[in-house]
């Protein structure tokens, strides 16, 4: 085992001397300018680069070391720790520009697909970074539908699972991508009401997403929704999940109003969203919240229109 990871790590050595040649000849070709000749920077390894030592914002000449890493290598160290630098600065607008320029996003992206689970949340991390871009989502829209997958079949309450949910709440706070979402939202809920207090946190927080958008209204309310959904909206449910879940019912039958359609009494199937969030048992609920021991809890069930 040990012999094997050597041989990896010299592999990687090569493949880093090889891309740091080729790095520096095409510097060198075009580095006079007006008779003037160029200082180049002193350059890093990307071994370097992927150190948890170094934390300076990568260079474009930079990135495109990493990048050539993490496709010339199967090293699942090197790998994960070339996501986590590419991750990291990917948090700055400029570098998410870079990464995107050097043809990046398909190198990243298709690290989604690793069956080792701690790249794959290092991969979603990065994306997700990647995704606050406008311009990267349209890039980053092409994997949307795998994780909305990934996010459903894989492990409750893992890390991949919150990564996966994190990077879909990116992709939905515009209503660009929302609809692409659009069969999965029965399964979202799914993983709402079984999941622990962090994975209900942030599948809210995509819901929520999508119900500020009124081309997204009937879709929410036409979802199979377990009944066990109403008890997020009980008085010793955390504030943090109560106050969101309320926002999405605010939201929801704001969108409504705004349409006159609650008062022609809409039709959606037994068991939907819409047959429990104006149902009895729900308005039982909403009356008991008027007399919640919480101000801002008191306050957003004021907020919501009667119906």
Known sequence: MGGARDV??????????????????KLTRGRRRGGRQLRLRPSRSAEDLTSGSYDDTLNAEQVQKLLYLLESTEDPVIIERALVTLGNNAAFSANQIVIRELGGIPIVGSKINNPNQSIKEKALNALNNLSVNVENQIKIKVYVSQVCEDVIAGPLNSAVQLAGLRLLTNMT??????????????????????????TKVQVLKLLLNLSENPAMTDRLLDAQVDSSFLSLLDGHVPKEILLRALTLLQNITNCLNEEHRLAAQPTFPEGSLFSLLYGKECAQKMKALVHHHDADVKEKVTMIPKF
Do not use: K, P
């Not at 990896?8 to 000849?25: E, H, R």
């Not at 706070?173 to 622990?196: A, C």
């Open 173 to 198: 706070v515009t209503n660009d991508h929302q609809d692409m979402l659009s069969s999965y939202i029965t399964d979202l809920f799914h993983v709402l009401v079984t999941g622990n207090g962090s």
């Open 8 to 25: 990896g790590w010299v592999a990687a050595g090569l493949v880093l001397a090889a891309g740091a040649c080729y790095c520096f000849y």
